[in-house]
Every structure is written in structure tokens, then in C-alpha cells.
């Protein structure tokens, strides 16, 4: 099992930036794919970005492509997601996740063997 503890969210007006972090722990963090998700007021988690173990493959929702980058460093345990050109409709709980096993790339809640506590992002129109 892995722990993550994602950090970075907080208030932002429309078209501004936010860095969003999240530190591993608990087991070999460069054996599994990471990824993010996102889960607005009344609305289902929704898959964001994804990453494979050596970083050298990433893809994301249509929704964020373009505007969102995801990246990781092996040697700090942590993955990153750079959100660009924000809007309001951003605006959700974001969550860290960690593949189920090292075979595994995250492409949805299915594949996700352990999440972080999640951070809050709003964006203002």
C-alpha cells in the first residue's frame, strides 16, 4: 500500500495557474503508474491525467488537454499536475492516485489501488 498526500490547491481566477503536488510513501513509487482524478459538487470522480512509471508516457482527458500537464520525479517520490488557463468549470476536489500494480496504467477509478486525501481547487469567474 502507498500513501499520497497531494498539496497545492486553493483559489485561483479564471485563466491563472495552480501546481498541484503529491508526495508518496509506503512502497517503490517509480514501480507504478500515477494519475489524477476529479470530483466536482454532485458529480462523479472523474479521470484527469495520467503518467506510466518512467514518465515516459502521459495522456489526459479531453477536457483538460492542452491546459493540463502531468509530470512526475522518481528521486522526490512525487507527481505533479500543472493546470494552465483554468476555468471555472475546473473548479472540483483533485485526487492523487496510484496504480493497483506495476502493470497497470490509470485510465479510471478501476485502476486505482490507493488515493490521497484530495485538495480543493476553485477557480473564479
Known sequence: QVQLVESGG??????GSLRLSCAASGRTFSSYGMGWFRQAPGKEREFVAGISRSGDRTYSADSVKGRFTISRVNAKNTVYLQMNSLKPEDTAVYYCAAGKNPIVLITGPQSVGSWG???QVTVSS
Open 10 to 15: 486553493g483559489l485561483v481566477q479564471a485563466g
Open 117 to 119: 486525501q484530495g485538495t
